[in-house]
Structure formats: structure tokens, C-alpha cells
């Protein structure tokens, strides 16, 4: 008895450890029991009994005839509402918004064509990777267009690091100061406002995947503590909020900007 608890002891832990492999692995999905039809219990109500006895047809209470020398009353026929408002109303429906569709793929993550019809909790931390990520282009004043997660926290590229092709250098305690996004296995992206076919990701040197636009690797900064927050825009004049191209967005007027 105790060495089969032993067993699906070990068995449990490697079926945790396999949603934490690391970037080039395949890691088995979870997702299929979601997958299977739920049953709907349907209770029906018996017919109801003839009190007259079988081939009898129960009686119709308050079901009067009319009279022999009156001529049973008639509905107006229907008529069709008019064309023009048939028209008017068709043109007022909205039409239902297009379901995302896979863009690409890149191995285990698929990259889809448009924001997910779902909502989606972002992970609290910015230590943690996800196996579904949001990327939305979001506008600034100062800075112009760039991209945020699905929690509206700035993502920045780094100067340091090269996109053709896609590597990344910050790594021990400057991915403590700029944690990347991570993607796990198996992954799904959901642009908004960012070509889906420039999205991806790249492997790191600790061995976790890294989203990447355009090919550069994105990182949070950890001054950042709201959505919106922009604390690393030009710092050491290599760190800036990435454009939905992957390009740099413009430094910061004053101090921040000339860090």
C-alpha cells in the first residue's frame, strides 16, 4: 500500500514539472479534458392523463362554438412591414465581430490574427511567464504608440540585445531590474494593434522562452509599479518602450529621458 502512494507520489510531481519545461520542449497539454461535451441533464413532464379513457379526446374547457347563423370570426391577414424598414433595421444590426484565427506559428506557440473574444487574467507577477500572452499597442502623449501586456504594464526592448537574429544579453541581475515576458508551453499570443507575423518568441540562456517583436526581445522594468507607467523610457540611453513595429518609441522630455 505504501509503495503505490509512493508511486502516484512521483507521478504527480513529474506531471507538474512538465508545464515547466523549458523553451524548446513540448510540454503534454492539459487542455483536453476542457475540450469533452458536458452533459445537460433535460427533464421532460409526463403528458397528461385522459380522464376520459383511451381514444377519447378530453374536453376543451370554455371552448365555445359560434353560432350556426353567425359565421365564425377571422383574423386580419398579416401583412409585411414595409421594405424600407426591413432595410433600416438590417442596416442597424451590428455584425458579429470575427472570431482570431491562427496568423502563425513558431513550434509550440501560435500566434493569432487579433485580440482573443475572451477575457484573459494576466499573471500578477512579472516574474512569471503564461501560457497565454496579450499584446496591445496603447498610445502616450509623451512617448507616442507602444506596446503593453494584457495588464497594460510598458514592455521595452534593449538596445544591447540584437533582432536579425533575435537574441537576448540581459540575463542574472539585469533580468532582475528588466524581467522578460515570458510564453510557456504550449502558448497562444493575442495582438492588438501589432502585426501578428513580426510576434514570436526566442530561447534564453537560463533555457525559458522570451516574446519577441520584430525580433527583439521584450522586458518589463521593475521601478514600473501601475499600468502606464513609463520609469524606464531611455534609461542609460539603451532602454525604450517598444513600438508595435519593434522599432524604439521616443525618449522622454527632462531627466527621465536623459538618464
Same mark, same amino acid.
Given at each position: ?59 376543451? *374547457?370554455?371552448?365555445? /362554438?359560434?353560432? +350556426?347563423? &353567425? ?7 398579416? $401583412? %409585411? ?48 511567464? *503564461?501560457?497565454?500572452? /496579450?499584446?496591445? +499597442?496603447? &498610445? ?7 506596446? $503593453? %501586456? ?52 526566442? /530561447? ?56
Amino acid at each position: 500500500m505504501i509503495k503505490r502512494s509512493r508511486t502516484i507520489y512521483v507521478a504527480t510531481m513529474l506531471a507538474g514539472l512538465a508545464g515547466l519545461s523549458a523553451c524548446g520542449s513540448q510540454a503534454a497539454s492539459t487542455d483536453s479534458a476542457a475540450d469533452l461535451p458536458v452533459p445537460v441533464a433535460v427533464q421532460q413532464s409526463a403528458a397528461p392523463l385522459n380522464p376520459q379513457g383511451p381514444g377519447e379526446l378530453p374536453e376543451l *374547457s370554455g371552448a365555445d /362554438e359560434p353560432p +350556426a347563423d &353567425e359565421p365564425p370570426a377571422t383574423e386580419p391577414p398579416a $401583412t %409585411d412591414p414595409p421594405a424600407a424598414e426591413v432595410q433600416e433595421e438590417e442596416q442597424a444590426a451590428p455584425a458579429p465581430a470575427a472570431s482570431p484565427t491562427v496568423a502563425k506559428k513558431q513550434r509550440w506557440v501560435k500566434i493569432f490574427s487579433g485580440p482573443s473574444q475572451q477575457d484573459i487574467t494576466p499573471p500578477k507577477s512579472r516574474l512569471t511567464g *503564461s501560457k497565454t500572452v /496579450e499584446l496591445n +499597442a496603447t &498610445e502616450n502623449e509623451q512617448i507616442g504608440t507602444y506596446v $503593453t %501586456d494584457g495588464a497594460g504594464r510598458t514592455l521595452y526592448r534593449f538596445d544591447n540585445d540584437s533582432n536579425k537574429p533575435p537574441k537576448s544579453v540581459c540575463n542574472g541581475d539585469c533580468a532582475t531590474a528588466w524581467p522578460p515576458l515570458l510564453i510557456k508551453s504550449p502558448g497562444k499570443i493575442f495582438p492588438d494593434g501589432i502585426d501578428p507575423k513580426i510576434v514570436g518568441y526566442v /530561447e534564453r540562456a537560463d533555457g525559458h522562452c522570451q516574446v519577441t517583436i520584430n525580433g527583439w526581445p521584450v522586458y518589463y522594468f521593475v521601478a514600473d509599479a501601475e499600468a502606464g507607467d513609463i520609469n524606464g523610457q531611455g534609461l542609460n540611453g539603451k532602454w525604450f518602450a517598444i513600438k508595435p513595429d519593434g522599432g524604439k518609441t521616443a525618449a522622454t522630455p527632462g531627466p527621465l529621458g536623459t538618464k
